[in-house]
Nanobody, 123 residues
């Protein structure tokens, strides 16, 4: 069964760091691009970052460039989002996604999604 399971969310103060993880089925991980989206209360889901299956290509939303890093470890089928210098506007539910086509990962048309993990940044 194809599954994506996020973890690592929590409450952090402004300027702090968190590392989100997304554990994936091996079938996804060996051939799929993957990414992160987030959705804040009352707002639409928005793109955060994406990475190709080989990790050779990455994309970031302008709002997180220089603060967030997307990584993947194909040995353990896990996607990561290292978030530094967190701001109150980063508060959201964060979702990982996966698709054979990296563009679909970026646009939100990805085939598979996780259930989300809450990140709250307090000021």
């Amino acid at each position: 069964q194809v599954k994506l399971v996020e973890s690592g969310g929590g409450l952090v103060q402004v300027g702090g760091s968190l590392r989100l993880s997304c554990a994936a089925s091996e079938r996804i991980f060996t051939a799929y691009g993957m990414g992160w989206f987030r959705q804040a209360p009352g707002k639409e889901r928005e793109f955060v970052a994406a990475i190709s299956w080989s990790a050779g290509t990455t994309y970031y939303a302008d709002s997180v460039k220089g603060r967030f890093t997307i990584l993947r470890d194909n040995r353990v089928n896990t996607l990561y989002l290292q978030m530094n210098n967190l701001l109150p506007e980063d508060t959201a539910v964060y979702y990982c996604n996966a698709d054979p086509t990296l563009m679909d990962v970026q646009t939100g048309a990805a085939e598979y999604w996780g259930q989300g993990t809450q990140v709250t940044v307090s000021s």
